[in-house]
């Protein structure tokens, strides 16, 4: 990977899934990170409530922080209210943009987006970031409304925004919420069931029907660390996809995932149930355009990522 030139980072939902990656990743490189979330602890780190925080109050930490980059990977997507998933993905990217945007010397901005921003994809399509988006459901709504926001502050020669629109991730300390992170959390408890003489409980799902585009949660910290130090062919507001280009079925998925942890588990599929994140059934994204900007492709083979995953379910 190309070594970035920012020198200090400011990384929004530091405390999140990506956010733990994220941070890790710039600090392997030698930068300064300072991280902000609302739990947010240590001697560069910044507690502040980003869904409750002012335009004012951003700008204020930005200007004492003095980052070279700013890094957006606070968000919602489970376990929050309609009014909380607004406030988090389609407000506060307008509130970031006009704080970096009020300094002296604005940061790039590295805005992790969805793949959800796009809404269903047809069959046998590989969207790219030419088509048109056409959310259907609030998530992908609200997703689509925080990339709006920033790229018309970088359309209006403000700052310089990067968006990337990112698939489904993976990779250790995935969250329970989600379905890998869940298989990989009732795999560990099985074990340890095995371990003790008990046998191992089913692991008891909706219809797995669905084809995914995954993508490691390193190879998308390469994009981030990329696109920090800026984007070749783009202008001030770039979108990229990032992904592995390819659709995974999710029941192969699930099924791959037990046979690499060893464990007898049954997977039993029994009910339907409604996601958060729309009705997407089957996802495969062009990732040209990243290669081309960003010099990125991913990296970590599905398997590799999946034994990680394994070895460390848990979030920490």
């Given at each position: 990977m190309t070594e970035t030139t920012a020198?200090?980072?400011?990384?929004?939902?530091?405390?999140g899934f990506a956010g733990?990656?994220?941070?890790?990743a710039f600090e392997a490189t030698g930068h300064?990170?300072?991280?902000?979330?609302?739990?947010?602890s240590g001697p560069d780190g910044v507690a502040l409530d980003l869904a409750a925080a002012s335009p004012g109050e951003i700008a204020g930490?930005?200007?004492?922080?003095?980052?070279?980059?700013?890094?957006?990977?606070?968000g919602a997507?489970?376990?929050?209210?309609?009014?909380?998933m607004t406030l988090l993905n389609a407000e506060l990217p307008a509130k970031l943009a006009e704080a970096a945007a009020s300094l002296p010397r604005p940061p790039r901005v590295v805005h992790l987006g969805s793949v959800h921003e796009y809404g269903p994809v047809s069959p046998g399509v590989t969207a790219s970031e030419q088509l048109a988006?056409?959310?259907d459901s609030g998530y992908g709504r609200a997703k689509l409304a925080g990339t709006q926001a920033l790229l018309a502050v970088a359309g209006a020669g403000?700052?310089?925004?990067?968006?990337l629109r990112v698939s489904n991730i993976l990779g250790r300390g995935a969250p329970p919420d989600s379905l890998p992170g869940m298989v990989a959390h009732h795999l560990a408890a099985a074990q340890a069931d095995v371990a003790a003489g008990r046998p191992a409980p089913a692991l008891r799902l909706s219809p797995l029907m669905s084809f995914r585009d995954f993508v490691d949660v390193r190879d998308v910290c390469d994009a981030v660390l990329e696109s920090a130090r800026g984007v070749s062919d783009g202008g001030p507001g770039t979108v990229l996809n990032v992904a592995r280009g390819e659709a995974v079925a999710v029941r192969m998925l699930v099924h791959r995932m037990v046979e690499l942890s060893?464990?007898?588990?049954?997977?039993?599929?029994?009910?339907?149930?409604?996601?958060?994140?729309?009705?997407?059934?089957?996802?495969?994204?062009?990732i040209t355009a990243a290669h081309r900007a960003l010099g990125w492709r991913p990296r970590r083979p599905l398997d590799v990522t999946l034994r990680d995953m394994l070895r460390q379910p848990v979030a920490r």
């Open positions: 020198r200090t980072v400011v990384v929004f939902g530091s405390t733990r990656h994220l941070c890790a300064r990170v300072v991280r902000v979330a609302r739990r947010e930490l930005l200007a004492a922080a003095e980052p070279d980059a700013l890094v957006n990977s606070a997507v489970w376990g929050v209210t309609e009014d909380q988006p056409r959310p403000l700052l310089e925004v990067v968006v060893g464990i007898p588990v049954e997977v039993v599929e029994e009910r339907a149930c409604d996601s958060v994140r729309g009705t997407i059934s089957g996802q495969r994204y062009d």
